[in-house]
C-alpha cells in the first residue's frame, strides 16, 4: 500500500471512531452520551433574541428559558392561570380617575382614566455569570472601558477571563420598558404598548429626535424620563396604564416585559463587540433557569443551567389526570431538572426526523412525509401511533392550538362585502360550501378542528358541543355537529340573487377572486380542492397567487376579495381573537389587524364592553351576542383551529402542551442513561454493506485488471 | 504579466458596479423598502410608525438612486445605493437585517463551505479523471461501452436523490455515519466524510463523461502515436502525454471555480446542515435580506473575476505557447 493510501486509511479510521463511543453515527462528543442534556433542534434561526425584539416563536424559544418577566403561566393549570415569576404576586391594578382619584374595583370602565400596576419583585434573585457584571477588587467595572484593541481575538462571552452578577432590581424592568421606545430597536410592541402604556409614546418620540441629531451617539436611557414606569424602591415598580386595559397582565409574562441590567448594554455599546457579533441581540443575560453557553446559531445553541438561578421549584399543584400521566412525579424539586439543553439547525425535515428515530432528539414533531409513518387513527377517528412507533416507547403529544385559520372576506368589496342581508346570505352560502371537514382530513391528516366562531378551544368564551356551533354553517343531528347540506348553501345563493350560481339579474355567472401566497404544486391540490368546493354552486373561484410582499400589499390596500388568513394567540383572552374583527382595525385606512375591513356597530359597540370586563357569566354573555352578529354577518369562512402532534421518547418526562408559556424547558426531565442504552441499541453499525462494496469493487476492477494486463503485453 | 494582471483587476471595477447596479435593480423591483420592513418585523402589530423606524435605522429611508432633494454630489452619495453600495469595494459588507455582521458572517462560514468543496474538487477529479482514462484505455470495449452507460445513468439522476439515497442507507439504516451536523476539529472529519462521499459520487456521472472525451480526443494526435511508436506503455502513455495535453480544458472548468469553491454548495450544505455560505445565501433570499444577498452577488462576482484572471494565468503555466500581454 502507497503512503498516501495509508495515511488515508488512517485518517478514515480515526474520523470514523473520533468522538463517539460505540455508534458510528452519533453526532455528539463522546463525552455527552450519559450527560443530562437534552437535545432538540431549530429549522430556522432566531434573528433576535433581544427581549426587546424578539416575538416569534423560534425567537421566545430561547429569550424565554434565558429571560424572566414578572409572571409566567402554571405550566399544568387549565384553564391557563397566571401565577408570579420573579413577582411576589400577580398585581391587580389599582383605578383612578381623570383627576387621580382612586376608583372601586367594579368601576365602569369610562370613569378609568388609569390603571396602575405595583410589581414587587422577590429579593435575592441574581443574573447568570456575564463579564458585563465583573468588578475589580475596587469596585470598578473590569470591562466597561475597552477600546476595539482589547475586544480583538475575543469571539465569545467567554473569552472574558472575568464574570461577575448582581441582584436583579425594579430598575432593570423600567429600564426594559423604556428599551421598548428605543428607535433602534424596533420594537414590534411598541406600537400596541404607546397606545397603552402613559408617555411611551412621548419617550419614543423624544428617543428618536436625539437619535436623529446624534446618529453615533449611545442614548442613556436614564435621561428619558417616563411617565409610565417608574421604580418605588428597590424592588417595586409602577406601570401606569390609560384606561383600563385588563389584558395588560398576560403581557406582563412575556419576554418583553422582562428585565435587561444596564451594565449588558454598556458592555456591548463598547467599540468592536458588534462587529464581533457581541451584542444584546445575540447574547443575551437574564435570571432565567438557563444562560446561552453558546451562541451559534448558524450550527447550534447551547443553553447551560445558571448556577445563580433562584430556586424554583416544580409544580405541586395538578389534576388527577396530571398525576396519572406522572406530570407530578419531580413535584417540588429545584428547577431546571436538566444541566443544559443543545439545539442543532436542521433545515430539512428528513435528517430531523430520521435522528429522532435514532435517538439523537429527545422530541419532535411530525411533518407530512413522516405522518404515516407515525400516526394512524383508529375506526373512532383518534389518531394513535403506529406499533413501530410504539416499539420504540415514542409518545404522543396532541394539544389544539390556541389559533385560528380562517378565508376572510373583503367587506369594501362591492361583490362579497357589505351588512346587506342579500351579502350575508351570500357569504353565509360560500362557507358552508367550502368543507373544512373535508380539507382536515385531506390535507392536514386530521390535525385540526372545524372552526364555529373566532375564538379557539381553551380559551374563555369558547363553548364546546352543539351549544357551541355555528348555526349558519352546522347543524345538530343526533347529538353531533353536522356541516348544513349544500343544498342550503345553494338556496341561500338564491336568496342573495344568484340562483344556481348566476346573477339574476344579468345572467352572468358569479366569479370570485381568491388571492393566496400559496404557490407550487404542493399548493396546486389544495388550490383545486378550493375551487371544487365552489363548483358545488356553480360558482367559478379565481385563483390569484402571489408572493407574500403582493399579498400583504393587496391586503393593505383592500384590493383583494377573498383571501386566507390566520392568527396565533399572544394571550388566553378572547379580546385577542375578537379584536381582529373590531372595526377601528380596519386595515383599510388604520393598518389594524382586521383584515376583512368588518365594521359592525354593534359588534363595535360590545366589543369595546367585552373588553374590559372580567371573565363571568355576564361577560360570556356578551361574548355570545358578539358570535352571534359575526357569524351571521359572516366576515370570514371559520376555517379551523389547527391541531399540534408532537413526539417524545420515553426518556422524556414532564410534557405536558402549554401553549401560552414559553418558559417550559425548565420543567423537562431526561433519563440519560436510558437514553444512551436505547441509542446504542438502536445504532449499531451494519458493516456488510462496506464487504459488499468492496466485493463489487474487487469484481469490476479485477477483469478490467485482467484485461489491462493482456493489453499491455499484447502491445510489448 | 503584472501589468496584465493590473489591467484585469481594473476592468472589474466597472463589472462590480454593473453587477452592483444589476443586483439592486432586481432587488428593488421585487421589493420595496416597506416590504423588508414588513418583512422584518414580523405579521402582528406593525404600524406604519414601526415600518418608518426600521427604514431609518436600516439607512432605507433614503431614495433609490437619486436624491433630487440634495445638492450636488450628494444626489448621488445621498441613496440607498451608494449608502450601502460603496463600502462594499473596500470588503465592509455592513450588517445585515438581523444586526450580525456579513463579513464576520463571511469569514466563519467560508471554513465550513471549503470543508466539504475542497475534497469534493480534489477527490471528484481524481475519481473522474482515473475513470476517464480507464473507459479511454478500454476505449472500444465492453468495459468502455458499460463504463458510459453508468455514467450516463450517473448523470440522470438529480443531485436530491443521491442525498437522500446516501443518507437514508448510509446513515439512517447501515448506521455508518452521522446523517447531518457539522463539527470543528478532527471530530468533523465525520460528518463531511458522507456530504463529500455523495457529492463525489453524483458528479462522476457528467465530470467522467466529459473527460473522457477530452482524452479521447487527445489519444488520436500524432504525438501519442510517436509515443507508442517509442515503445512506452499504455500507461506511461495516457498518464503522463495525454493527461498532461488535456488539462487546459480541464484547468478551464477547475480553476475558474475555485474561488467559488468558498460560496458552498447550496442544497448540500442545507440537507447535511453545513453552516457554510451556500446556506446563508439561501437563507438571505428567503428573508429578503438585502444586505445579505448584495454582498454574496458581490462576493460571487469579485471571486468569479479572480477565477478567470487565475484561469489565464494556468494556461500560460500548462501550455507555454500561450503568453499574457
Known amino acids: 500500500m502507497t503512503r498516501a493510501g495509508t495515511i488515508l486509511l488512517l485518517g478514515l479510521s480515526l474520523g470514523l471512531t473520533a468522538g463517539c463511543s460505540d455508534s458510528l453515527n452519533h453526532p455528539y462528543p463522546g463525552s455527552e452520551a450519559d450527560a443530562n442534556v437534552l437535545y432538540s433542534a431549530f429549522s430556522e434561526r432566531p434573528k433576535h433574541l433581544d427581549p426587546a425584539r424578539s416575538y416569534s416563536s423560534n425567537e421566545v424559544e430561547f429569550t424565554g428559558q434565558i429571560y424572566e418577566p414578572p409572571l409566567q403561566y402554571h405550566f399544568l393549570k387549565r384553564p391557563y392561570e397566571l401565577i408570579p415569576l420573579t413577582a411576589e404576586a400577580v398585581p391587580t391594578p389599582r383605578y383612578l380617575d381623570a383627576a387621580g382619584k382612586p376608583l372601586p374595583d367594579d368601576a365602569p370602565a369610562a370613569a378609568i382614566a388609569e390603571s396602575v400596576y405595583d410589581i414587587r419583585i422577590r429579593p435575592g434573585i441574581r443574573y447568570q455569570p456575564h463579564p458585563a457584571f465583573a468588578q475589580d477588587a475596587a469596585g470598578r467595572y473590569r470591562y466597561h472601558a475597552l477600546s476595539a484593541t482589547d475586544v480583538a481575538g475575543k469571539i465569545r462571552i467567554g473569552d472574558f477571563e472575568h464574570s461577575g452578577t448582581r441582584e436583579l432590581v425594579a430598575a432593570d424592568y423600567v429600564y426594559q420598558i423604556k428599551r421598548l421606545a428605543h428607535p433602534s430597536l424596533s420594537s414590534p410592541i411598541f406600537g400596541l404598548m404607546s397606545e397603552h402604556i402613559v408617555g411611551l409614546k412621548e419617550l419614543g418620540e423624544a428617543m428618536q429626535q436625539v437619535a436623529k441629531a446624534q446618529p453615533d451617539a449611545v442614548l442613556n436611557l436614564d435621561d428619558f424620563p417616563l411617565a409610565g414606569a417608574e421604580v418605588v424602591d428597590r424592588h417595586t415598580y409602577r406601570i401606569r396604564i390609560r384606561g383600563k386595559y385588563p389584558q395588560f397582565i398576560y403581557w406582563l409574562a412575556m419576554p418583553f416585559f422582562a428585565p435587561v441590567p444596564w451594565e449588558a448594554e454598556v458592555f456591548y455599546a463598547q467599540p468592536g463587540m458588534a462587529d464581533r457579533n457581541l451584542t444584546l441581540d445575540w447574547q443575551p443575560v437574564g435570571t432565567g433557569p438557563f444562560y446561552m453557553a453558546e451562541n451559534d446559531p448558524n450550527r447550534r445553541m447551547v443553553l447551560k443551567k445558571n448556577p445563580h438561578y433562584h430556586g424554583e421549584t416544580y409544580p405541586v399543584d395538578g389534576n388527577d389526570e396530571d398525576r396519572a400521566a406522572g406530570l407530578l412525579a419531580d413535584a417540588g424539586k429545584p428547577l431546571p431538572l436538566v444541566d443544559a439543553a443543545v439545539y442543532s439547525l436542521e433545515k430539512e425535515t428528513i435528517p430531523y426526523w430520521s435522528k429522532f428515530l435514532q435517538g439523537y432528539y429527545d422530541s419532535s414533531g411530525i411533518s407530512s412525509d413522516s405522518f404515516d409513518q407515525a400516526v394512524q387513527f383508529t375506526s373512532g377517528g383518534d389518531p394513535q401511533l403506529t406499533d413501530s412507533m410504539r416499539d420504540k416507547d415514542i409518545h404522543l403529544v396532541t394539544a389544539v392550538a390556541a389559533s385560528l385559520w380562517y378565508v376572510g372576506f373583503n367587506m369594501l368589496d362591492p361583490v362579497v362585502g357589505g351588512l346587506g342581508e342579500d351579502r350575508q346570505k351570500l357569504r353565509q352560502a360560500l362557507s358552508i360550501a367550502f368543507d373544512y371537514d373535508e380539507f382536515i382530513s385531506i390535507f392536514l391528516n386530521g390535525r385540526g378542528i372545524p372552526a364555529q366562531g373566532p375564538i379557539p378551544p381553551g380559551l374563555f368564551g369558547y363553548v364546546d358541543g352543539v351549544d357551541g356551533l355555528n348555526p349558519y354553517v352546522y347543524e345538530a343531528r343526533d347529538g353531533a355537529i353536522q356541516r348544513r347540506p349544500v343544498e342550503a348553501a345553494r338556496k341561500l345563493l338564491a336568496e342573495a340573487g344568484y340562483p344556481n350560481g348566476r346573477n339574476a339579474k344579468t345572467g352572468e355567472p358569479l366569479v370570485l377572486y381568491f388571492d393566496t401566497m400559496a404557490s407550487g404544486p404542493d399548493a396546486k391540490s389544495r388550490l383545486d380542492w378550493m375551487k371544487k368546493q365552489l363548483d358545488k354552486l356553480n360558482v367559478q373561484l379565481v385563483v390569484r397567487g402571489t408572493d407574500y410582499n403582493r399579498f400583504q400589499d393587496k391586503i393593505r390596500k383592500g384590493n383583494a376579495q377573498l383571501f386566507e388568513w390566520g392568527w396565533n394567540a399572544d394571550y388566553p383572552d378572547p379580546e385577542n381573537f375578537l379584536f381582529l374583527l373590531y372595526g377601528l382595525h380596519k386595515k383599510v385606512g388604520t393598518g389594524g389587524e382586521n383584515a376583512a375591513n368588518y365594521d359592525n356597530p354593534e359588534f363595535n359597540r360590545l366589543f369595546e364592553r367585552m373588553k374590559d370586563m372580567d371573565n363571568g357569566p355576564e361577560r360570556q354573555q356578551v361574548i355570545d351576542a358578539m358570535l352571534e352578529i359575526v357569524r351571521r354577518d359572516a366576515p370570514w369562512i371559520f376555517a379551523y383551529y389547527p391541531k399540534s402532534f408532537g413526539l417524545r421518547h420515553g426518556w422524556v418526562h414532564n410534557v405536558k402542551p402549554n401553549l401560552m408559556a414559553n418558559n417550559t424547558l425548565k420543567y423537562r426531565r431526561i433519563d440519560p442513561a436510558l437514553r444512551e442504552a436505547r441509542r446504542e441499541a438502536w445504532n449499531q453499525p451494519v458493516l456488510w454493506p462496506i464487504a459488499l462494496l468492496i466485493a463489487a469493487l474487487v469484481a469490476v476492477i479485477a477483469p478490467a485488471a485482467i484485461a489491462w494486463r493482456r493489453h499491455e503485453r499484447k502491445t510489448a | ?325
Open chain 2, 1 to 325: 504579466m503584472g501589468a496584465y494582471i493590473l489591467r484585469r483587476l481594473l476592468y472589474a471595477i466597472p463589472i462590480l458596479i454593473g453587477v452592483n447596479l444589476l443586483t439592486f435593480a432586481l432587488f428593488f423591483v421585487v421589493n420595496t423598502p416597506d416590504d423588508m420592513a414588513r418583512l422584518q418585523l414580523g405579521a402582528k402589530h406593525v404600524t406604519p410608525e414601526a415600518i418608518e423606524r426600521w427604514k431609518v435605522e436600516h439607512g432605507y429611508d433614503k431614495p433609490l438612486l437619486l436624491n433630487a432633494e440634495a445638492k450636488g454630489s450628494e444626489q448621488f452619495t445621498d441613496t440607498i445605493f451608494f449608502k450601502h453600495s460603496a463600502a462594499m469595494f473596500v470588503f465592509e459588507f455592513g450588517k445585515g437585517d438581523d444586526g450580525r455582521d456579513i463579513g464576520n458572517e463571511i469569514r466563519t462560514r467560508m471554513g465550513p463551505s471549503l470543508a466539504i468543496a475542497l475534497p469534493v474538487l480534489v477527490i471528484g477529479l481524481m475519481v473522474n479523471i482515473t475513470f476517464a482514462l480507464l473507459m479511454v484505455f478500454f476505449r472500444a470495449t465492453y468495459l468502455d461501452l458499460w463504463g458510459v452507460v453508468l455514467c450516463v445513468v450517473l448523470m440522470s439522476i438529480s443531485g436530491l436523490f443521491y442525498i437522500i439515497a446516501g443518507q437514508y442507507f448510509i446513515a439512517k439504516l447501515w448506521n455508518l455515519l452521522p446523517i447531518s451536523g457539522f463539527a470543528g476539529g478532527i471530530d468533523g472529519f465525520r460528518f463531511i466524510l458522507l456530504p463529500v462521499l455523495v457529492s463525489v459520487v453524483a458528479g462522476i456521472g457528467s465530470g467522467a463523461r466529459w473527460y473522457r472525451t477530452i482524452f479521447l480526443e487527445e489519444i488520436g494526435r500524432d504525438y501519442v502515436r510517436t509515443a507508442r511508436a517509442k515503445g512506452l506503455s499504455e500507461v506511461r502513455v495516457l498518464f503522463r502525454h495525454v493527461l498532461k495535453n488535456g488539462m487546459i480544458p480541464i484547468l478551464t472548468g477547475v480553476v475558474v471555480v475555485l474561488p467559488l469553491l468558498f460560496m458552498g454548495s447550496l442544497i448540500t450544505e442545507s440537507f447535511f446542515g453545513i453552516p457554510g455560505l451556500g446556506s446563508y445565501t439561501i437563507d438571505a433570499i428567503q428573508a429578503q435580506d438585502f444586505a445579505v444577498v448584495r454582498a454574496m452577488v458581490f462576493l460571487g462576482s469579485f471571486l468569479y473575476i479572480i477565477g478567470l484572471i487565475l484561469t489565464d494565468i494556468s494556461y500560460s503555466w500548462v501550455d507555454p505557447r500561450v503568453r499574457l500581454q
